[in-house]
């Protein structure tokens, strides 16, 4: 099957700061990817559709200017969680469609903010 | 928008015992999708459902589309310790809406 893998896979960094979570199709091309937010037990919200060569679609409440998304490739989309707070203290999955009927999910990135 | 309700929330099974999920929507449901997510994992597709009143299985999971495309089932016979974790249903055909999720815990 198709894999998608994400970097880091766990994250501490101290309030304020950026991070940069990468999400890459390993074996397909990717025109559209897509990030989720998951809560601890909660199930995953859609945050936002990233677009090769174009802007991301984000969903209701998503701040775009805090969470920027870059899809500068068909293999690469990555998400910036810019000045970081706790409550942005997540896990970030994204995933991929490569073909009709099946999507594929990263690993996810396990976001803590001090 | 839509809503996709899951129950029970949480269930815990002797290991060998049945169990069952249950997706419900207000809308009706162009498709619906099935995943399990492992303790600390991330989500894994297990099933897509498009027709209305589908069943199919996946040797002791048993997946089904009601008649309206309103509700799913997921049914697991004789549950094993590797079935623990979180299954989601989940619609759309790109982007996806997930259910609140089930989880399951086996007693060995």
């Known amino acids: 099957g198709a894999v998608v893998s994400q970097h880091p896979s766990r994250v501490i960094c101290k309030s304020g700061t950026s991070v940069k979570i990468e999400c890459r199709s390993l074996?397909?091309?990717?025109?559209?990817m897509f990030w989720y937010r998951q809560f601890p037990k909660q199930s995953l919200m859609l945050m936002a559709t990233?677009?090769?060569?174009?802007?991301?679609?984000?969903e209701q409440g998503v701040e775009k200017d805090k969470f920027l998304i870059n899809h500068a490739s068909l293999t690469l989309s990555t998400l910036t969680v810019t000045s970081a707070h706790p409550e942005d203290s997540s896990f970030y999955i994204c995933?991929?469609?490569?073909?009709?009927?099946?999507?594929?999910f990263g690993p996810g990135t396990r976001l803590t903010v001090l | 928008g839509q809503q996709v309700m899951q129950i029970p929330q949480y269930q815990h099974v002797q290991e060998g015992e049945d169990f069952t999920t249950y997706c419900n929507s207000s809308t009706t449901l162009s498709n619906i999708q099935w995943y399990k997510q492992r303790p600390g994992g991330h989500p894994v597709f297990l099933i897509q459902?498009?027709?209305?009143?589908e069943v199919k299985k996946q040797k002791r999971l048993t997946f089904q589309f009601g008649e309206a495309k309103k509700n799913s089932s997921l049914h697991i016979t004789a549950t094993q310790t590797t079935d623990v974790g979180t299954y989601f249903c989940?619609?759309?055909?790109?982007?996806?809406?997930f259910g609140t999720g089930t989880r399951l815990t086996i007693i060995p």
């Open positions: 995933s991929a469609r490569p073909w009709e009927d099946t999507q594929y």
């Open positions: 990233s677009n090769e060569g174009s802007k991301a679609t984000y």
């Open positions: 459902l498009v027709k209305s009143g």
């Open positions: 989940a619609f759309g055909n790109e982007k996806l809406t």
């Open positions: 074996d397909f091309q990717a025109t559209t």
